[in-house]
């Protein structure tokens, strides 16, 4: 028999699969092998992208040249743009307002064809530093009222160019995901007087199945409620709101974490197609950050979304948490 | 510009993209491979290789699970919630838990090797939507289920097994769904508030800017809605106000089914056969809760959303709800105004 299971944040019911559950080998996924042309995130194309907001570079390199490690560029095609006011309006039954926001790309490396697991330890360090720098700056203009970064990797995953890229989307209002986990925190908050997150890892450390890694500042594991198969999440074991506010040891510690992760994920299912969003605190608002928990979701495409989840925003999951992690932690 | 804009009835936000200025056209797939039809299990003579018929439509002469049917209804081969068994609902640390109670089904829409549910004839798509009704009503005498969706997945694209023979599916559930319980709560909000319903006075809106109305006939309006999550998302809905699907009368459900033809067929000829899903919005089953179903039936209005997939989620609709769609609402409700059918 299946079993349902609640997510204890945002209350949303997963149905999974525990009779006859997936093995990795009965996934058909869209494989994503990059085919290379001319790009306009490798050295030498620096021209074809806007001009760069932010960059790590060697020493006496101009700006937008060659000899980067990290470049920040505003989204060539911005959903969202940065001049302007919100000038919010009503249009009969309707609500409206203009489309201000940042859209930024922070292109990881040079390398067109290394993924997050094949940098170097150091090379993901300043990735995902310069990931902390840019929400410090944006954080700045109280416009905004939440940071969302994300990654695209693959085809299948939504990703339009070939090279490794993370995004930034600064928003003029929290996002309803963002407001039901906030609001399903503050009610085990408010009940409790703890974070639920923390609650919920020292149960992962304890029930130990779900777990994948784990390490001085960071655990990851497969979520008892995932939505889909082999979903993970890294929490950091500190309670802290703000994924910007990682000193220089966790991003350290983070970069490791990372880094194993996908490569275990990418040896369980080789050239997957994932997304990964990292879920912070609303910026500019009054919202407590004690009981907030930052936390970063993969999320692997090997399923489709269909009628049934966007009808009712029950997920199917066809493999257990349960056997996903085992599979994970088997894999070198 | 773009937009940022709100549903009324849930409160998602959306971006309506200008930035990348699409067309309407530029959306237009390439055609459907074709596949060996003699390996499809729900052709008519395959009976044997599904599981038992739970409904059919067929003469009086012909027999449980042979040929010579127009509509079949299966248990889903690979069901993921079951009928038999209990609940126990259970507590598990912080999490919550409880088995896999429900029914999965598969609608077969007809007995012949056709894929899309446009190219049925009024009459079959009547059947169709008939058999929607009675399998929830049927449903609902299980007091253990509490709600009913019924769906389709067209197409590879849409998360369909890729069999192209036109079915749907209905899969009730022991708990009401999230994303109904928002739609519900959204729609009580605003009732409580106006003691109008949003579906109605939306309607009313709709009709009077026009611009947004694909069609408009046979006490059915087809629309794209304001805070569009797709580009070319349509919705159809019922001008007389009704919560619930199964309540609607024997010659709605024929309008119905020519007004559901005609939007699936503007979508496969503007397209060229795009993947899609549909889903049914219904109430739930109004179990006994003291005061809680009070105001239901004039605050909640059933209708249909469909949602071509032209395009992919990615992480930043999985991670903020947000969603961007490349294309107003307003230029894709022109564009299938005026696809001849």
Known sequence: MGELRRDPVVGRWVIVDTDHPKEPRDFKYEQNVPSGGLCPFCYGNEFMTPPEISCFRDPGTASNAPGWQVRVVANKFPALQIEGDLDRRGLGIYDMSNGIGA????????????????????EIENYLKMCCLRAVDLKKDNRFKYIMVFRNYGAAAGASLEHPHTQLVALPMVPKNALEEIHGAQAYYNYRERCIFCDMLRQELQDKERVILENKYFISFCPFVSRFPFEIMIFPKQHS????????????????????????????????????????????GDIGVEYYHWHLEIMPKLTQVAGFEWGTGFYLDPTSPELAAQYLKAAE | MPELRKDPIIGRWVIISTERARRPDQFVGQPKAQEDPKACPFCEGKEANTPPEIYALRPRNSTRNGPGWDLRVIPS??????????????GNGVY????????????????????????LSEEQITRVLNCYADRITDLEKDSRLKYVLVFKNYGKGSGSTGIRHARSQLIATPVNPKRVKEELAGARLYYEYHERCVFCDLIKQELSQKERVILDFDGFVAVTPFAARFPFETWILPKQHCCDYTCIDAESRKNLARVLKAVLLKLKRGLNDPDYNYVIHTAPFRRQKVGYWKTIDHDYHWHIEIMPRLTKVAGFEWGTGFYICPLPPEDTAKFLREVEI
């Open chain 2, 96 to 119: 919550d838990v409880m088995n896999g109670v429900g029914a999965h089904e598969i609608v077969i829409e007809t007995n012949q090797h056709i894929a899309n549910l446009a190219d």
């Open chain 2, 77 to 90: 081969i690979s069901p993921f919630l079951r009928v038999e068994g209990d609940l126990e609902r259970r």
């Open chain 1, 241 to 284: 709101g703000y994924f910007c506010h990682m000193s220089t040891e966790e991003i350290a510690a983070l970069a490791q974490i990372l880094k194993t992760t996908l490569a275990k994920l990418k040896k369980v299912f080789v050239n997957l197609s994932y997304n990964y969003i990292i879920h912070s605190a609303p910026i500019n």
């Open chain 1, 103 to 122: 859209h930024e790309v922070l292109v990881e490396t040079p390398y067109h064809n290394k993924d997050i697991s094949d940098l170097l330890p150091q």
